[in-house]
T-cell receptor, first 117, second 116 residues
Framework: AQKITQTQPGMFVQEKEAVTLDCTYD???????LFWYKQPSSGEMIFLIY??????QNATEGRYSLNFQKARKSANLVISASQLGDSAMYFC??????????????FGAGTRLAVHP | NAGVMQNPRHLVRRRGQEARLRCSPM?????VYWYRQLPEEGLKFMVY????????ESGMPKERFSAEFPKEGPSILRIQQVVRGDSAAYFC??????????????FGAGSRLTVL
């Protein structure tokens, strides 16, 4: 069964340092997409980054990069040069390729990141 | 270009009452999704709709919950005879096309339902 696992309930990082948030997934599909969303204390869900299962390069978006290791079924989010505004919940999610071609996402339980000055 | 608009942002109901949550997708988006987030958990898929059609409601509880996306007007998530366990944040999301490639969901700010 498809599943997303985020093993870190909470993480701390000093401002300006890099931090890695872990995500492993389980799927039998060959085609799938992986997403990271940020949820600040205000509650909205903000899309950060996407990685397709056939993408050979790791995705990057500004200070966010996705460390995609297909054989290990991991899709860790790396945030470089952390800022105080990065303090939030972070969710990893997966869309399986054969979900009929629509955005039926499976979410992990999330990791709460706290950035200290 | 306004994002996904949800209202109300906060709703309080007593047990047995009805809750109606509304969602207007982004302009040009014809695919609407509802997700539920229980406290301290990730989001869980409830239902996927296109205009006048329910495409996938596999995540919806069989009783008391219904959703619609009429030809005109917002999508509505309706919960009848609410119970305390329905207390959660309900997120609406929309996309321009079906899920493929980097096509991502744009989420609304959520509607937080509290059942007393």
């Amino acid at each position: 069964a498809q599943k997303i696992t985020q093993t870190q309930p909470g993480m701390f990082v000093q401002e300006k340092e890099a931090v890695t948030l872990d995500c492993t997934y389980d799927t039998s599909d060959q085609s799938y997409g992986l997403f990271w969303y940020k949820q600040p204390s205000s509650g909205e869900m903000i899309f950060l980054i996407y990685q397709g299962s056939y993408d050979e390069q790791n995705a990057t978006e500004g200070r966010y990069s996705l460390n995609f290791q297909k054989a290990r079924k991991s899709a860790n989010l790396v945030i470089s040069a952390s800022q105080l505004g990065d303090s939030a919940m972070y969710f990893c999610a997966m869309r399986e390729g054969f979900s009929g071609g629509y955005n039926k996402l499976i979410f992990g339980a999330g990791t709460r990141l706290a950035v200290h000055p | 270009n306004a994002g996904v608009m949800q209202n109300p942002r906060h709703l309080v109901r007593r047990r047995g009452q009805e809750a109606r949550l509304r969602c207007s997708p982004m302009k040009g988006h014809s695919h609407v999704y509802w997700y539920r987030q229980l406290p301290e958990e990730g989001l869980k898929f409830m239902v996927y709709l296109q205009k006048e059609n329910i495409i996938d409601e596999s995540g919806m509880p069989k009783e008391r919950f219904s959703a619609e996306f009429p030809k005109e007007g917002p999508s509505i998530l309706r919960i009848q005879q609410v119970v305390r366990g329905d207390s959660a944040a309900y997120f609406c999301a929309s996309s321009e096309i079906g899920g493929a490639g980097a096509n991502v969901l744009t989420f609304g700010a959520g509607s937080r339902l509290t059942v007393l």
